[in-house]
């Protein structure tokens, strides 16, 4: 986990020089991709770890015995996993403000809000999941010794259901750094918006996207490398081996 972690910080620093020596358009663009690749890496792992914590209040939420923080947190989740991203990134940017002026962001923060409460609806599910699959027994035997409820919440239930929802948590994650693409929209200059102001100026759009498309592949990879040490990392009875 920590070489993968320190590949990815080698690529981000030092991507400038192999994209200097490729051939024009990318060459002479080098510098305006790798500033946009840094973009839709801060992107990720932004709206990734607030997409967390929003994943664990709706879970909680959701399978909480007080039926008001149940429909809020339904409703969130509804209507999250419901519509389209593209929509919600837009209504972040143009209709929030129009709701109230305290809820005008600039583009890099509205694309990690609507981004962050996308895939934080998709976490609250496999987080609730794993809530749910953690078995009844040793919550028995947890309050036969005298746990209180919170004390078998935090030392019983939780661990146990993040290690099972770890894997699609760290596959959200991976789907979140293709999905800030769509920040593009709203003016946010993180990789495909680099690769189409190249296009724009040099024509040529079959390099571009080439290049834009081996990009996003190798921080993929990367990442995927990573998410797959974590699950190592906390593998759950050694079923990975």
Known sequence: MVSAAVVLMLILWLITIPLAWAPDPIG???QLFADGTRVTVQLTLVSGVI???LGVLAALGKVSKVA??????SFYIWVMRGTPLLVQVLFVYFALPEISPWLRFNEFTAACVALALNVGAYNAEAIRAGLLAVPKGQLEAARSLGLSRWHTFIDIT??????IALPPLVN???ALLKDSSLAFTIGVVELTNAGSQVKSTSFQAVPVFIATAIIYLTLTTVMT????AVERRYDIEGKLG
Not at 158 to 163: D, M, N, V
Not at 225 to 228: F, G, L, V, Y
């Open 158 to 163: 939780f661990p146990q259901a993040i290690k």
């Open 51 to 53: 997409g967390v914590l």
């Open 225 to 228: 490398q990573i998410s797959d």
């Open 172 to 174: 959200n994650v991976v």
């Open 68 to 73: 008001p923080l149940r429909w809020v947190a």
């Open 28 to 30: 002479n663009n080098a």
